[in-house]
């Protein structure tokens, strides 16, 4: 007799990867570790990436290739440089964003400028937008669009397929299970609730609010402000030399640097284990 697949999700085990940032070879290095695992138990494999899949290091047209293509089994939430890169392209290639589907975390360049809190009233659209063009590039989008055979320095002839735009901005600021709750950042219950009543259609939110709750959910780095959820909270975004459970958080970050040359680190949920792989990549 032919033996049964494993398809439901009580036969998955559900891992979730710390930040990839480009570094494509440690990611499919990880996963094979994570697959062989997976079968010695008879479990099919469900991926999450915490978000932060480009930027900075060589490979993320690669990296966002391997999710987009695998979407059965793998998904990414979005990290403050996904909305970076998104937010720059759409702002310079206009064009190519034409049709797309804008999720309600994607806050245009332009939509910024006109609420730029902290900023000067003197600083002009023109400097606005090159000033954020400038902090996604310099914070790891010139090897992103270097990925992608594009001139960074020539942003009227940038080519980003547009599978890839649609796959980034169909990816969700969250992810849970029974057992856990992702997010890019330190994530705060209050945020995580604005968003779910936006979410849910309610026209009390104002965009500003909004945004402000989205920021926090993707950039928060704040243990002191982080409280406890009633299950397991596993996030990205803060390198730390090892995988760390934050006391009385009941909260686990899992971002260990590949990218400078650290490591790429999983954790499977069901399993209550961690992987490990070290980064073939050296930070210049
Ligand atoms: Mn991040």
Known sequence: MRKKKPTNSASTFHFVIGDIHGCRNEMIQ??????????????????VGVGDLVDRGPDSAGVIEHFRSRRRDHLSLIGNHELMMLETLQEFCPKDFVGLKKPNWFVSIKEQYKWRKGLSKSLSFADFRVLRKVQWLGNGGHETL???GQDSAKPETWKVPR??????????????????IVTHALALKKDLQLLENANLGSLHIAKQDLNQAIQSIIWNRDVQTFHKFEKLHLSGHTP???????????????????VYGQ??????????????????????
């Open 30 to 47: 990880l996963e094979s570790e994570l697959t062989k695992f997976a079968k010695k138990q008879n479990r099919n494999v469900f991926v």
């Open 146 to 148: 270097e990925s992608y």
């Open 163 to 180: 599978a890839h735009l649609r796959y980034l901005l169909s990816c969700n600021l969250m992810w849970s299970c029974p057992a856990a």
């Open 240 to 258: 730390v030399k090892n995988p760390k459970k934050l006391r009385d958080k009941f909260a686990i970050q899992l971002d260990t640097g590949c």
């Open 263 to 284: 490591r790429l680190t999983a954790y499977c949920i069901e399993a209550e284990k961690f992987f490990t792989v070290d980064s073939g990549f050296t930070w210049p």
